[in-house]
């Protein structure tokens, strides 16, 4: 008797075993914070549009052009890490259907929330997963979910095969459309692709995004292109539409805008902009340099020989200019 006991608690041990181990490797097949997340020159930035535009740049003031890199880096970053937030705790509860290929989270709410929220991840290849996140209200039938999230992952594994927590690389969608629908979310119009590479802890991470801000005749598309190795900078390109320039000093017009930052881990950095279209007649280029405070040191304009300052050689971290391929 003692004999079936101890079998049948040693059955019991590895049943359960196994079932944790299926649940993490379902959880690894999510991306996570570190993957995703564009690094900037830390100080606090402005928003990704703004309305009056750039402010005139002026010596020794804290740069525009890293202002509006650092803004934009923290717009993309606020889309995407709340959104993995929600992942996590969803994931943090125990999976309400698990098989060889599939797991499911859901239907999950917070006991004071308005929304639920269900979690399907599917195994789609040897080292490969599919994701998709739906939200409805939660007073809605079940017919009423729709998927706010959807990617794909791959994990990156060691050398013994085994996957290593917060690297690997995929793709994820987020459709502000469908978030706004939804009650407690904060979510403008529009959506957002991102693509994400995290190798290891020495390979650059690199995170490629394209927005559609809004819709129809008011919408807007910009790209992005981050790249940095932990701990020495990085660089971020970006293409938007933007109230640059301002002849006149009352015009609205936008212009196309390449923009390429280059930062070192001291904050230290440079924006080099393309523009076109707008108040310009052909293609314009501006440069800026800023220092460890973040203040503007160097600053040239093609389409203005009276606007500039500073000396390129001595004043910039980044010689020479270097435009966006965006």
């Known amino acids: 008797m003692t004999t079936h006991k101890n079998l049948l608690f040693a059955a019991l041990v590895l049943t359960g075993c196994g079932r944790m181990d299926a649940e993490t490797q379902f959880r690894s097949a999510l991306p996570t914070q570190e993957m995703v997340e564009v690094g900037e020159p830390q100080q ?6 703004s309305d009056d535009g750039v402010q005139p740049l002026e010596k020794d003031k804290t740069s525009e052009l890293y202002q509006l890199t650092r803004g934009t880096t923290a ?8 959104t993995l937030a929600l992942l996590n705790r969803v994931t943090k509860h125990t999976p ?41 209200n939660k007073q809605a039938a079940d017919a009423a979910f729709t998927d ?8 990156a594994l060691d050398e013994a095969g085994e996957v290593m927590q917060g690297f690997g690389r995929g793709e994820l969608v987020i459709d502000s459309d469908r978030l ?30 394209q927005f559609r801000l809004g819709n129809g005749d008011k919408s807007r598309e910009a790209s ?19 109230d640059m320039y301002k002849p006149a000093g009352a015009s609205s017009l936008m212009e196309s805008i390449t923009i390429k930052s280059r930062w070192l881990e001291t904050g230290a950095g440079r924006s080099d902009v393309k523009l076109s ?24 304009a093609s389409y203005d020989p009276r606007v500039g300052y500073g000396t390129e050689a001595t004043d910039c971290v980044f010689t020479p200019a270097v435009y966006s391929a965006l």
């Open 44 to 49: 606090k930035g402005q928003a990704l549009v």
């Open 75 to 82: 717009f993309i970053n606020g889309s995407t890490l709340s």
């Open 96 to 136: 309400t259907r698990i098989t060889d290929d599939t797991a499911v989270w859901g239907p999950y709410t917070e006991a004071l929330a308005r929304n639920a929220w269900r979690l399907t991840v599917k195994k789609t290849g040897e080292n490969a997963y599919s994701f998709a996140l739906a939200g409805k």
């Open 148 to 155: 706010v999230l959807t990617g794909t992952h791959t994990p």
């Open 180 to 209: 706004k629908n939804l009650q407690e979310i904060d979510s403008g119009e529009g959506a957002l692709s991102v693509q994400y590479a995290r190798p290891d802890s020495t390979s650059p991470v690199t995170v490629d995004a």
């Open 224 to 242: 992005y292109h981050f790249s940095a190795v932990r701990g020495q900078g990085g660089e971020f390109d970006f293409k938007m539409m933007q």
């Open 277 to 300: 279209g707008g108040d310009l007649v052909g293609e314009a280029t501006l440069n800026e340099c800023w220092n460890t405070s973040f203040a503007s040191v160097y600053l040239s």
